[in-house]
């Protein structure tokens, strides 16, 4: 029975045979991916712990490689303040020149000089004390200087004057001295002679305008020099002038030659006495308001990015232009006047010159036609080449722009206290 029930159903066993084998195989296949993937997986884990391993470590260079990244950082800081030196200290120069003629170091000089300020500061007057120092303590911080005080002082002044429009003599030079080391600039404390040296200031402003005969429609550059000033604000009005009187000679300066060249000032004006701190950085703003032909305003811009050579940072935050007269209407108008007066010029000779034949008047097509060969010979008359103004240009020969500054003069102050 069982032969002949295999014998039936041969087809059907077969099938399930064949079914049994491949679900096996499946399987097996499925195990083996199984176990790919598993493998797979913990390599990955591997290399993430790897890598996150790596990540954690810090890596030191080498020791050549320490060497010059140290020769590099030190060169670094040297260009660094050599840059930041120009940065509000027009003076610089100056002071070098003052410590050559001694010769001594500058750095060592103001350090020096630092430390005897620190230590008598409220001991006594300003005044007396840079007189102590001169006087006794210089000739012990430096036994071997080789020029006296004086002569140091005299070749200052001279280096101080290519920097300012101050007259600078014996009776101000100490306190420009003061300033440039950074100890500020305070007159004695005496609010009379501060007024004294903001009228000076303005009236040699106003010269310096007159002689590079640019026009100055402002003439107080933002300072009341009417009353005294505020003890409080004496080295702060003292330093406003000084940035003040460069910013105003730099823009008349821009103009170069007086027969070509257009400009007038016709706004000056600061934020405050006080600048805008940023680290050891301080920004101080002016806003002032120009007209003059475009190749001036380009050269104002100009001058204030050259200031630098001078050690002096301008940061042009904000210009505005605006044209102020458009010659094109008023050219457009006096042409379409001379047109009408040669029109009726023409009409005026045709009628006498009929009248004077006696003949009837011509038709109006004709007379047209006659009214502009008249007005081309007369144009032709008028603007010929041998006129002397043939071929000239008109529009936007001398067009002025009214040009709005926003400048920031930035100071880096580094000096000891």
Same mark, same amino acid.
């Given at each position: 029975?069982?032969?002949?029930?295999?014998?039936?159903?041969?087809?059907?066993?077969?099938?399930?045979?064949?079914?049994?084998?491949?679900?096996?195989?499946?399987?097996?296949?499925?195990?083996?991916?199984?176990?790919?993937m598993k493998k797979?997986?913990?390599?990955?884990?591997?290399?993430?712990?790897?890598?996150?391993?790596?990540?954690?470590?810090?890596?030191?260079?080498?020791?050549?490689?320490?060497?010059?990244?140290?020769?590099?950082?030190?060169?670094?800081?040297?260009?660094?303040?050599?840059?930041?030196?120009?940065?509000?200290?027009?003076?610089?120069?100056?002071?070098?020149?003052?410590?050559?003629?001694?010769?001594?170091?500058?750095?060592?000089?103001?350090?020096?000089?630092?430390?005897?300020?620190?230590?008598?500061?409220?001991?006594?007057?300003?005044?007396?004390?840079?007189?102590?120092?001169?006087?006794?303590?210089?000739?012990?911080?430096?036994?071997?200087?080789?020029?006296?005080?004086?002569? %140091?002082? #005299?070749?200052?002044?001279?280096?101080?004057?290519?920097? /300012? $429009?101050?007259?600078? +003599?014996?009776?101000?030079? !100490? &306190?420009?001295?003061?300033?440039?080391?950074?100890?500020?600039?305070?007159?004695?404390?005496?609010?009379?002679?501060?007024?004294?040296?903001?009228?000076?200031?303005?009236?040699?402003?106003?010269?310096?305008?007159?002689?590079?005969?640019?026009?100055?429609?402002?003439?107080?550059?933002?300072?009341?020099?009417?009353?005294?000033?505020?003890?409080?604000?004496?080295?702060?009005?003292?330093?406003?002038?000084?940035?003040?009187?460069?910013?105003?000679?730099?823009? %008349?300066? #821009?103009?170069?030659?007086?027969?070509?060249?257009?400009? /007038? $000032?016709?706004?000056? +004006?600061?934020?405050?006495? !006080? &600048?805008?701190?940023?680290?050891?950085?301080?920004?101080?703003?002016?806003?002032?308001?120009?007209?003059?032909?475009?190749?001036?305003?380009?050269?104002?811009?100009?001058?204030?990015?050259?200031?630098?050579?001078?050690?002096?940072?301008?940061?042009?935050?904000?210009?505005?232009?605006?044209?102020?007269?458009?010659?094109?209407?008023?050219?457009?108008?006096?042409?379409?006047?001379?047109?009408?007066?040669?029109?009726?010029?023409?009409?005026?000779?045709?009628?006498?010159? #009929?009248?004077?034949?006696?003949?009837?008047?011509?038709?109006?097509?004709?007379?047209?036609?006659?009214?502009?060969?008249?007005?081309?010979?007369?144009?032709?008359?008028?603007?010929?080449p041998k006129d002397?103004?043939?071929?000239?240009?008109?529009?936007?020969?001398?067009?002025?722009?009214?040009?709005?500054f926003e400048v920031?003069?930035?100071?880096?102050?580094?000096?000891?206290?």
């Amino acid at each position: 029975m069982n032969t002949k029930f295999i014998k039936k159903n041969i087809f059907m066993l077969i099938f399930m045979i064949m079914s049994l084998v491949i679900v096996i195989a499946l399987v097996i296949m499925v195990l083996s991916g199984h176990g790919s993937m598993k493998k797979y997986d913990s390599k990955k884990t591997e290399l993430l712990k790897r890598i996150n391993e790596i990540v954690k470590l810090k890596y030191t260079p080498v020791t050549v490689n320490i060497t010059r990244i140290e020769s590099d950082t030190i060169g670094y800081k040297k260009e660094i303040k050599k840059i930041q030196s120009k940065f509000g200290h027009p003076y610089a120069w100056a002071l070098e020149s003052f410590a050559d003629k001694l010769g001594i170091n500058l750095n060592e000089f103001k350090a020096k000089f630092g430390e005897f300020w620190k230590s008598q500061k409220g001991l006594a007057t300003r005044d007396l004390i840079f007189r102590r120092y001169k006087v006794r303590q210089f000739s012990e911080d430096f036994p071997k200087y080789k020029s006296n005080w004086d002569r %140091a002082m #005299s070749t200052f002044m001279q280096e101080a004057q290519k920097a /300012t $429009l101050e007259k600078i +003599s014996s009776t101000n030079v !100490d &306190g420009i001295f003061l300033a440039a080391t950074g100890k500020g600039r305070r007159f004695s404390d005496d609010p009379g002679r501060c007024q004294t040296f903001m009228q000076r200031m303005r009236f040699n402003m106003i010269d310096y305008f007159a002689d590079k005969k640019v026009l100055c429609a402002t003439t107080d550059f933002s300072f009341d020099d009417s009353k005294e000033p505020l003890d409080g604000d004496i080295e702060r009005i003292a330093r406003a002038w000084e940035i003040v009187s460069d910013l105003g000679k730099r823009i %008349a300066d #821009s103009k170069v030659d007086p027969k070509k060249d257009i400009l /007038t $000032l016709l706004s000056f +004006s600061k934020r405050g006495l !006080d &600048g805008e701190v940023d680290g050891a950085y301080t920004l101080y703003r002016f806003n002032f308001t120009v007209n003059g032909d475009l190749n001036t305003i380009r050269r104002i811009v100009q001058k204030l990015y050259e200031a630098y050579k001078e050690n002096r940072v301008y940061a042009l935050r904000n210009i505005k232009l605006t044209r102020n007269v458009d010659n094109v209407e008023k050219i457009l108008e006096d042409s379409d006047k001379i047109k009408e007066e040669l029109a009726y010029d023409a009409g005026a000779k045709e009628d006498k010159a #009929s009248k004077d034949r006696g003949k009837a008047r011509k038709p109006k097509d004709t007379l047209a036609v006659l009214k502009k060969k008249i007005i081309k010979k007369e144009v032709k008359k008028i603007l010929g080449p041998k006129d002397r103004g043939y071929a000239k240009v008109i529009v936007g020969k001398r067009n002025i722009i009214n040009a709005e500054f926003e400048v920031d003069y930035i100071v880096f102050d580094n000096s000891p206290k």
